[in-house]
């Protein structure tokens, strides 16, 4: 494996006497695209302006390329970065908008307008280079805002939600043509939302983030299917979350309401006694409506030490039918959605009507960790 190209080595950042970032450690590969993602307030652009050189780290190193580049200013890094904001300059037309970078790097004219040029194509505005600003759309000015942060031919790319301001189905499309512009470029990519869906959707890699801190760093499926912490679990996705005790940490047993369950794995040093989680994504439960009702799980299970219950409301989300006709294999084909099942339930749920019949409904789900 090769060097990571750029490590973020035990970073702290302190705004008066209010830590903000916590002590980060994370190493990102060359060409990768990575987001950093968790609730407003967690610390996402605080991190993104100290790669870029906007903030200093309170502690802590940064390196790209096997260079220490904590003391360099912005200018020195070779970063582009687009801003949640779009930020074009409102007196400039797009395409010197575009050039503004290569003509403070003193590129030649005619070089400056084929370079221009090419970056108008990737961004599929070839003919809007005379357009200004107030003429785009904010899609169009967050593609032209992309282009100058990479015609530059930076070595990292850092995206500060630069979707956030456009409506959800711009958002989609552009966030795809993000994605293939930055495959076509290999460019090292560090994108920053709050939006797990994005997220999940076009990264390599996930950084979860929460007051300041790394809860987990994984690929998508990593983070959906095997949280590391209960925070990571609830922030990515719908979840249930069934309290039960460990019996035999051994065999990886553990009990819930009663009935043993035995699980792929335990997270390590839980002992016999513990009080653990589990999660149980809606898709990993699927509900046939009518009289006969069944309950698969083929899905993630994880565990870790806890002593909350949140299941004793007898309540579950799971993946219904959008139609409440046919058995439960060809409904899950038909674009099941989720719900959330109370008992009892006017939604003929009534496997969970009583305790007993739920227990043995749980008892029969498959737990895959
Ligand atoms: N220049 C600053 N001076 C003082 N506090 C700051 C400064 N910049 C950020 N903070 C504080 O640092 C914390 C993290 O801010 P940051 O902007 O990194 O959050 P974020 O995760 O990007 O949030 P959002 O999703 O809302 O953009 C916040 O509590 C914020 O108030
Ligand atoms: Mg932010």
């Known amino acids: 494996m090769s060097e990571p190209f750029l490590r973020i080595e035990n970073i702290t950042k302190t705004f008066k006497d209010n830590l903000v970032v916590k002590g980060v450690d994370l190493a990102f590969n060359k060409g990768e695209f990575v987001s950093l993602l968790g609730p407003s307030g967690c610390g996402k652009t605080t991190i993104l302006r100290m790669i870029a050189g ?17 003391d360099l200013p912005p ?10 904001a779009y930020a074009l300059f409102p007196n400039m037309n797009v395409a010197d908008n575009i050039g503004f970078g290569l003509k403070i790097a003193g590129m030649p004219k005619a070089e400056r307008e084929a370079r221009v040029e090419e970056m108008l194509k990737l961004i599929s505005l070839p003919s809007l280079g005379k357009r200004f600003p107030f003429e785009l759309s904010g899609g169009q000015q967050q593609r032209v805002a992309l282009a100058r942060a990479i015609a530059p031919r930076p070595s990292m790319l850092l995206l500060d939600e630069p979707l956030s301001a456009l409506d959800a189905k711009i958002r989609v499309s552009l966030r795809q043509e993000i994605r293939q512009i930055q495959r076509e470029l290999g460019i090292t990519t560090v994108f920053v939302t709050h939006d797990q869906e994005e997220a999940l959707s076009i990264s390599d890699r996930i950084v979860v983030m929460n007051a300041g801190k790394v809860e987990q760093f994984g690929t998508p499926f990593e983070i959906y299917n095997r949280p590391a912490s209960r925070f990571a679990a609830t922030f990515v996705g719908t979840l249930n979350t069934l309290g039960a005790k460990v019996t035999d940490a051994a065999s990886r047993t553990v009990t819930i309401d009663g009935q043993s369950l035995t699980l792929d794995r335990l997270p390590a040093g839980v002992r016999n006694g513990d009080s653990v989680a589990l999660t149980l994504r809606p898709e990993a439960v699927s509900l046939a409506t009518g009289r006969r009702t069944t309950l698969h799980s083929t899905g993630a299970c994880r565990a870790w030490p806890s002593s909350v219950r949140s299941c004793g409301s007898r309540s579950i989300w799971a993946r219904t039918p959008s139609t409440s006709t046919s058995s439960t294999t060809s409904t899950v084909r038909r674009r099941p959605t989720t719900t959330r099942c109370r008992s009892p339930s006017s939604v003929a749920i009534s496997s969970f009507s009583t305790t007993e019949a739920w227990r043995r409904r749980i008892a029969s789900a498959r737990f895959v960790a």
Not at 56 to 69: A, H, M
Not at 77 to 83: A, E, L, N, S, Y
């Open 75 to 84: 200018n020195r890094r070779k970063i582009g970065m687009v801003f949640q």
């Open 54 to 70: 906007f903030e200093r780290p309170t502690t802590g190193q940064i390196i790209v390329d096997g260079n220490d580049v904590t």
